[in-house]
């Protein structure tokens, strides 16, 4: 069982930022893709961000380009969610994932196949 460890949720002011953190087993990266995902109350998972582990390539919703930048540190197994400017809209759960092997479908959550317990983050207005 892969297990993914989240972190750095939290409430913050409109305008300000958060930086997620996401661990993964080593072992799970080399063919890999890691995305961060989010849920907001009555609405649907939705894609945020994305990168392909080995070749550094990443992937935005439009909603964050930005705003958010999605990152990896490869000694340390870790993609990180930089959030700044946040709005209020941006409150919700934020999840990590994995997929095992990249397709090409990063924005799907049918891609991944491992998830995080998820970390809420609430942006007041």
């Known amino acids: 069982q892969v297990q993914l460890v989240e972190s750095g949720g939290g409430l913050v002011q409109a305008g300000g930022s958060l930086r997620l953190s996401c661990v993964a087993p080593?072992?799970?990266?080399?063919?890999?893709?890691m995305g961060w995902f989010r849920q907001a109350p009555g609405k649907e998972r939705e894609f945020v961000a994305a990168i392909i582990w080995s070749a550094f390539i990443t992937y935005y919703a439009d909603s964050v380009k930005g705003r958010f930048t999605i990152s990896r540190d490869n000694a340390r197994n870790t993609v990180y969610l930089q959030m700044n400017s946040l709005k209020p809209e941006d409150t919700a759960v934020y999840y990590c994932?994995?997929?095992?092997?990249?397709?090409?479908?990063?924005?799907?959550?049918?891609?991944?196949?491992?998830w995080g317990q998820g970390t809420q983050v609430t942006v007041s207005s």
């Open positions: 994932a994995l997929g095992a092997y990249y397709s090409g479908r990063y924005y799907d959550t049918k891609e991944y196949d491992y």
């Open positions: 080593r072992r799970t990266l080399s063919s890999s893709i």
